[in-house]
């Protein structure tokens, strides 16, 4: 165990080459996505349901919506910027993501991904109190399409636009100008932000998400690889599901 947490401690201090971007270029991003899903949300909540948005009510199936296609363009969006950076020769945007770099175990890290999602899920239950990812608020009742459609943004298209952003681009803009630990943690606060950007008065919400975001990013840190934290922040948001899911149905 000892020799296990040193090596892990080393290869999260290893700095890797420095990406073709800087720090401004991933914040930008992150505004850019924030603003996305503010104009998402209105654009879609009008089309889907006129009458809840006429009286300022959050419909779920429009926030899905909104956040799937929000997410889609931030993708977008990310591909686009890493595609005009990246000089010739410089290998693909994957590559310079590092999302062509594979887990060094899938199942280990699926697995301490879980566990990691649970140890962070007793934080409301330390404070006796029930923590409901904002996503999936409003789920209760809600038809089984709904459910597919909430999942789909949970599962897959949020944690996709998140990890591009915060792991793939701002995280190795960081790193290469500062310790990798202090990285880490300014991303983790970034993560926070992004989370708690709906309600940032929910202190709770910011400290789950500052202690997701610091594993998920250690994840990105330790193994060099977007993809694992890809795989780790899916892993994350399937918890949340069935968690929301064995609470309202």
Excluded: C
């Excluded at 850019?32 to 300022?56: C, F, H, K, W």
């Amino acid at each position: 165990m000892i020799v296990a947490i040193r090596r892990f401690l080393l290869d999260l201090r290893q700095k890797e080459p420095a990406p073709p971007w800087t720090a401004w270029a991933g914040l930008g991003l992150l505004a850019g996505y924030l603003a996305l899903r503010i104009a998402a949300l209105t654009v879609v909540s009008v089309l889907v349901e006129p009458d809840l948005a006429a009286q300022g009510v959050l419909d779920v199936r429009a926030a899905s919506l909104a956040g799937i296609l929000a997410a889609i363009l931030a993708a977008v969006m990310v591909w686009g910027m890493v595609g005009r950076r990246i000089g010739a020769g410089q290998g693909g945007v994957a590559q310079a993501l590092r999302l062509d770099r594979r887990p060094r175990s899938i199942l280990l890290l699926t697995l301490t991904s879980l566990g990691a999602a649970i140890l962070i899920d007793f934080l409301p239950l330390f404070l006796q109190t029930v923590s409901i990812p904002v996503a999936l608020q409003g789920m209760e009742g809600a038809a089984a399409p709904i459910w597919l459609l909430a999942g789909a943004y949970v599962v897959l298209f949020g944690p996709l636009a998140e990890t591009l952003i915060l792991q793939g681009v701002l995280y190795p803009a960081l790193a290469a100008g500062h310790d990798n630990r202090w990285a880490v943690a300014i991303t983790a606060l970034l993560f926070a932000l992004m989370r708690a950007f709906d309600n940032p008065l929910d202190l709770l919400l910011w400290g789950e998400s500052f202690l997701t975001g610091a594993y998920l990013t250690g994840v990105r840190a330790h193994q060099k690889s977007t993809r694992a934290a890809l795989l780790a922040a899916i892993v994350f948001g399937a918890f949340a599901l069935y968690k929301t899911m064995r609470l309202f149905r």
